[in-house]
């Protein structure tokens, strides 16, 4: 399983930034998928998951209200929608997936990551 994701980008705080996941040789619309970040010298930490059948959707606490996590899944692709950003959520960010991941704790299949850089 190869998860893509792409979408970094350089950001004037405040401004907003689109994150896409998608997955060869995997249908994520079936299974739970996740976004989460790791800064420089810090942890990962989950950001956002989406549930499979009901799109329930999941946030932590330092985005809620400005991040958006979505799918499609006629495209098969997953989203992080991004909006009000600030200098620390300067981040390299990656989605995870697996058939046992439930929004809890870390997936076993990881994309590669992409940059988000929010800076003046």
């Known amino acids: 399983v190869q998860l893509q994701a792409s979408g970094g980008g350089l950001v004037q705080p405040g401004g907003s930034l689109r994150l896409s996941c998608a997955a060869s040789?995997?249908?994520?619309?079936?299974?739970?998928v996740g976004w989460f970040r790791q800064a420089p010298g810090k942890e990962r930490e989950g950001v956002a998951c989406?549930?499979?059948?009901?799109?329930?959707?999941y946030y932590a606490d330092s985005v809620k209200g400005r991040f958006t996590i979505s799918r499609d899944n006629a495209e098969g692709t997953v989203y992080l929608q991004m909006n009000s950003l600030k200098p620390e959520d300067t981040a390299v960010y990656y989605c995870?997936?697996?058939?046992?991941?439930?929004?809890?704790?870390?997936?076993?299949?990881w994309g590669q990551g992409t940059v988000v850089t929010v800076s003046s």
């Open positions: 989406i549930k499979s059948r009901e799109n329930r959707t």
């Open positions: 040789e995997f249908t994520l619309g079936f299974y739970e």
């Open positions: 995870g997936t697996d058939t046992s991941y439930y929004c809890s704790g870390e997936p076993m299949y």
